[in-house]
């Protein structure tokens, strides 16, 4: 294991030296992790001095902490990748140990802000592939979206992002001693993800190819 620790500062100093590609690109910085809300307080500090810096922000979250943390750092947050993974609480618990029921109410209250949110699913075999895991995750979605984020016909101004599921975190699970769950799975073909892509869309939703 290696790593390297930073101040805030010295963080947005390296972000602010790839500008140029961020400007070309029309992207920006994104704060991810693990989970960034275990450093809520730092995150925010970094997305501050970032916003300050004229660069667009988005934070990768889970939403695995309090609502309190979030809200910490949505003042300076263009858009909010939102994972999840299920919506059943039994599922969601035997998969990874946690209760998606705060997650989920930190994603209502999200809903109620006006923060660009785009839902990420990762599409995990035998876990949230079927056409019905992925039915229950949209309705969910949409049932708790407030007024505010519909549009003028109804539909929902949230967007969707399917991610196929892969196996690179193998490694790390083999540098750690740690046994790896998902070492037998295989990546879903193109064909299921474009089934469950037209399940999402289904639900008015804007689905992220």
Same mark, same amino acid.
């Given at each position: 294991?290696?790593?390297?620790?930073?101040?805030?500062?010295?963080?947005?100093?390296?972000?602010?030296?790839d500008?140029?590609?961020?400007?070309?690109?029309q992207?920006?910085?994104?704060?991810?992790?693990?989970?960034?809300?275990?450093?809520?307080?730092?995150?925010?500090?970094?997305?501050?001095?970032?916003k300050?810096?004229?660069?667009h922000?988005a934070?990768?979250?889970?939403?695995v902490g309090r609502?309190e @943390?979030? #809200?910490?750092?949505? $003042?300076?947050?263009d858009?909010? +990748? &939102?994972?999840?993974?299920?919506v059943h609480? !039994? %599922?969601?618990?035997?998969?990874?140990?946690?209760?998606?029921?705060?997650?989920?109410?930190?994603?209502?209250?999200?809903?109620?802000?006006?923060?660009?949110?785009?839902?990420?699913?990762?599409?995990?075999?035998?876990?949230?592939?079927?056409?019905?895991?992925m039915?229950?995750?949209?309705?969910?979605v949409?049932?708790?979206?407030?007024?505010?984020? @519909?549009? #003028?016909?109804?539909? $929902?101004?949230?967007a969707?992002? +399917? &991610?196929?599921?892969?196996?690179?975190?193998a !490694? %790390?699970?083999?540098a750690?001693?740690?046994?790896?769950?998902?070492?037998q799975?295989?990546?879903?073909?193109?064909?299921?993800?474009?089934?469950?892509?037209?399940?999402?869309?289904?639900?008015?939703?804007?689905?992220?190819?």
């Amino acid at each position: 294991m290696c790593g390297q620790l930073m101040s805030e500062e010295e963080v947005v100093e390296a972000v602010l030296g790839d500008r140029v590609f961020y400007e070309s690109s029309q992207g920006g910085v994104t704060i991810s992790g693990g989970e960034p809300l275990r450093q809520a307080a730092f995150a925010a500090a970094v997305l501050a001095r970032c916003k300050k810096a004229g660069l667009h922000t988005a934070l990768d979250t889970a939403a695995v902490g309090r609502w309190e @943390q979030l #809200a910490l750092l949505l $003042p300076y947050t263009d858009l909010v +990748l &939102l994972d999840i993974k299920h919506v059943h609480d !039994d %599922k969601h618990r035997q998969a990874t140990g946690a209760d998606c029921r705060a997650i989920l109410a930190n994603m209502e209250r999200l809903l109620q802000t006006d923060t660009e949110v785009c839902i990420r699913v990762p599409v995990i075999p035998g876990f949230n592939d079927s056409e019905k895991d992925m039915s229950l995750i949209a309705e969910t979605v949409r049932r708790l979206m407030p007024p505010s984020r @519909q549009g #003028a016909n109804g539909e $929902p101004r949230v967007a969707f992002e +399917l &991610l196929r599921f892969h196996r690179l975190a193998a !490694d %790390k699970y083999s540098a750690l001693g740690m046994r790896y769950r998902a070492a037998q799975l295989e990546a879903p073909p193109e064909e299921k993800l474009e089934t469950l892509r037209r399940v999402v869309a289904s639900y008015g939703f804007q689905v992220l190819s």
